[in-house]
């Protein structure tokens, strides 16, 4: 399997403390999934073990890393976690409950949707859950979900490799932004409907 070791010589010419920064504030820019980046990364480090194994890791540690940082400023009542909380104070609500009552099968299906990822530490900080029970299941939770998306970008290599090339043919910058347009539909969608269907009433 052949990688692309001009683009990760660039990647790691910028330093890895980018990759980390770019995973540690993603969510909060950029509009299309988390999974997409992952799945991306891990297709230009196959050139690599040595950073397939860093790239993964530094993924893992940002993403787990601000699930911490975001569960600590709600858990301790950060003055804008507070405001953020009392604009969708009945959503919230009904989201603690079932933390509370099911926290590992709650995290699961949150950390499944688009977005409201971000706000699952949040949400969990302001309910009951205790810092230890939570970091140990969102450990758990996000070790799998970084290491299948990763594992899908090293698995189909080739067919990325097929997708970029034709990308890079056809001029690509209208098709990246076709693609992020569709990638947040599907994700506002998605989230819609898996609220809908486990979180209702």
Same mark, same amino acid.
């Given at each position: 399997?052949?990688?692309?070791?001009?683009?990760?010589?660039?990647?790691?010419?910028?330093?890895?403390?980018?990759?980390?920064?770019?995973?540690?504030?993603?969510?909060?820019?950029?509009?299309?999934?988390?999974?997409?980046?992952?799945?991306?990364?891990?297709?230009?480090?196959?050139?690599?073990?040595?950073?397939?194994?860093?790239?993964?890791?530094?993924?893992?540690?940002?993403?787990?890393?601000?699930?911490?940082?975001?569960?600590?400023?709600?858990?301790?009542?950060?003055?804008?976690?507070?405001?953020?909380?009392?604009?969708?104070?009945?959503?919230?609500?009904?989201?603690?409950?079932?933390?509370?009552?099911?926290?590992?099968?709650?995290?699961? /299906?949150?950390?499944? /949707?688009?977005?409201?990822?971000?706000?699952?530490?949040?949400?969990?900080?302001?309910?009951?859950?205790?810092?230890?029970?939570?970091?140990?299941?969102?450990?758990? /939770?996000?070790?799998?979900?970084?290491?299948?998306?990763?594992?899908?970008?090293?698995?189909?290599?080739?067919?990325?490799?097929?997708?970029?090339?034709?990308?890079?043919?056809?001029?690509?910058?209208?098709?990246?932004? /076709?693609?992020?347009?569709?990638?947040?539909?599907?994700?506002?969608?998605?989230?819609?409907?898996?609220?809908?269907?486990?979180?209702?009433?």
């Amino acid at each position: 399997m052949q990688g692309n070791p001009e683009l990760v010589h660039l990647i790691v010419q910028y330093s890895w403390l980018g990759i980390f920064v770019f995973y540690l504030f993603f969510d909060f820019f950029i509009p299309i999934p988390e999974e997409f980046s992952i799945i991306t990364f891990a297709y230009i480090f196959t050139s690599s073990a040595y950073h397939m194994f860093w790239g993964w890791f530094l993924i893992l540690i940002a993403i787990l890393m601000r699930s911490v940082i975001l569960f600590y400023l709600a858990h301790n009542r950060a003055v804008w976690i507070v405001k953020f909380a009392g604009k969708r104070k009945d959503r919230i609500e009904k989201l603690k409950q079932k933390l509370e009552n099911n926290l590992p099968k709650t995290l699961v /299906i949150l950390n499944m /949707i688009p977005k409201i990822r971000l706000a699952t530490p949040i949400i969990a900080g302001l309910s009951k859950v205790t810092p230890s029970r939570f970091l140990k299941f969102q450990s758990i /939770i996000l070790l799998i979900y970084v290491s299948i998306n990763y594992l899908l970008g090293m698995l189909f290599y080739s067919t990325m490799a097929k997708f970029f090339k034709h990308i890079e043919d056809m001029q690509h910058s209208e098709y990246f932004i /076709i693609f992020i347009i569709v990638s947040t539909v599907v994700s506002f969608f998605l989230g819609r409907y898996l609220l809908k269907k486990y979180f209702r009433e």
